[in-house]
């Protein structure tokens, strides 16, 4: 089912988890341990090209993970250091809530989001995304194929800060995309297909 995403102006909601909202808000909506070394230089540049940018993610459920992720980025991406943004782990209809605080939501290299993506997408909020070869790389970019709307799936790490970069920074363009994706997301949601085609393998190949 499309999830219930609480009605938050955008200021609002950045004031209410916490955020400034005349920042550019990078929503990372993922624990640190889904944070892959291969998303290190990406953030760098990212940060490099828009000084207004503030990345927003989760406590982990380990405050290791979080130390551990801090002194990676502090050689690998410095620019971080005071731009990275931890935000307390909170309630489920909390945590809904951080999407229209969003002006952009990166999907992960290595892990795409699941969940995640389907709950951004119920907010009308873009995903950027880059596919890899494997299904756990593909999973946002297979929701976009699904709504056949392409324009935040990049080709390659240049094109996914482009593209991240150009959404936050650019309000008639999120507005655009946003438009977009709430009219052409309903095919995500409720849909039985799958359910159908599962039974239909188990029947035929059960034995019974």
């Given at each position: 089912r499309r999830p219930a995403i609480p009605k938050l102006d955008r200021h609002d909601a950045a004031r209410?988890?916490?955020?400034?909202?005349?920042?550019?808000?990078?929503?990372?909506?993922?624990?640190?341990?889904?944070?892959?070394?291969?998303?290190?230089?990406?953030?760098?540049?990212?940060?490099?090209r828009d000084p207004r940018a503030e990345i927003a993610m989760l406590e982990g459920p380990s405050r290791r993970h979080r130390a551990l992720?801090?002194?990676?980025?502090?050689?690998?991406?410095?620019?971080?250091?005071?731009?990275?943004?931890?935000?307390?782990?909170?309630?489920?209809?909390?945590?809904?809530?951080?999407?229209p605080a969003a002006d952009v939501v990166l999907d992960p290299f290595v892990f795409s989001g699941g969940n995640t993506s389907f709950e951004a997408f119920a907010a009308g909020v873009p995903i950027v995304t880059l596919p890899g070869p494997l299904r756990r790389s593909r999973l946002t970019y297979a929701m976009y194929r699904r709504m056949r709307f392409m324009e935040c799936v990049a080709k390659d790490t240049a094109d996914y800060v482009a593209k991240a970069v150009a959404i936050a920074t650019t309000p008639d363009l999120r507005r655009v995309l946003s438009r977009e994706i709430g009219q052409r997301s309903a095919v995500l949601y409720e849909d039985g297909q799958a359910v159908s085609d599962y039974e239909a393998f188990f029947l035929k190949h059960a034995g019974g």
């Open positions: 209410q988890a916490g955020l400034d909202p005349s920042r550019h808000i990078y929503l990372y909506p993922y624990n640190p341990f889904r944070f892959p070394p291969e998303f290190d230089p990406v953030i760098e540049e990212l940060l490099g992720l801090e002194q990676r980025l502090a050689r690998s991406a410095p620019q971080s250091q005071d731009r990275l943004r931890f935000l307390a782990r909170r309630p489920y209809q909390d945590f809904l809530a951080l999407y």
